[in-house]
């Protein structure tokens, strides 16, 4: 069951993330927390700033892993 649905975004149980996709993002330093916003502010993923540190690191391991793998 899709709880949102765009040309670009879908949020079910996962976000599915089409490339060329826009993002930005606003940075509350007073609060450590960054705002991640998707499309035309269809998505909005909101982290601390460890939650975010998290997910970068995985990302990071993620493109090492593709960059080893011939493609």
């Given at each position: 069951?899709?709880?949102?649905d765009?040309?670009?975004?879908?949020?079910?149980?996962?976000?599915?993330?089409?490339a060329?996709?826009?993002?930005?993002?606003?940075?509350?330093?007073?609060?450590?927390?960054?705002?991640?916003?998707?499309?035309?502010?269809e998505?909005?993923?909101?982290?601390?700033?460890?939650a975010?540190?998290?997910i970068?690191e995985?990302?990071?391991?993620?493109?090492?892993?593709f960059?080893?793998?011939?493609?």
């Amino acid at each position: 069951m899709t709880l949102y649905d765009s040309s670009k975004v879908s949020v079910e149980s996962f976000v599915d993330m089409a490339a060329d996709v826009a993002v930005r993002q606003e940075v509350d330093e007073l609060n450590e927390v960054v705002t991640l916003f998707f499309g035309r502010d269809e998505f909005i993923l909101l982290l601390g700033r460890e939650a975010l540190a998290r997910i970068v690191e995985a990302g990071s391991h993620a493109l090492a892993r593709f960059a080893a793998t011939p493609g």
